[in-house]
Nanobody, 113 residues
């Protein structure tokens, strides 16, 4: 299983970015999620989407970020808006099925004030 995240970069506060995560295999039965880790901080769950497209968000991003998926393309997205400096982190995508989780390499997001 390979997960390839892309779309990170540097943006000013208030800006937007869209992250993409392409899976080497089908995502239709998997819970897909985005996590992030800021320097010196623990990794945290940002958003998830399950096979029925039910979504969940961390309180810190609720209303600003949107997770979505394209099953035909085996890709999950994270649309990030109203970005804040505290959103600066390495963002990782994961896929989970029956208790087994795969992690992709992260993509850096840097938000300047």
């Amino acid at each position: 299983v390979q997960l390839q995240a892309s779309g990170g970069g540097s943006v000013q506060a208030g800006g937007s970015l869209r992250l993409s995560c392409a899976s080497s295999g089908s995502i239709s039965k998997w819970v897909m999620a985005w996590h992030r880790q800021a320097p010196g901080e623990q990794r945290e769950l940002v958003a998830s989407i399950d096979p029925s497209s039910t979504t969940n968000y961390a309180a810190s991003v609720n209303g600003r970020f949107t997770i979505s998926r394209d099953v035909a393309k085996n890709t999950v997205y994270l649309q990030m808006g109203s970005l804040k400096p505290e959103d600066t982190a390495v963002y990782y995508c994961t896929k989970t099925y029956r208790g087994v989780t795969y992690w992709g390499k992260g993509t850096q997001v840097t938000v300047s004030s």
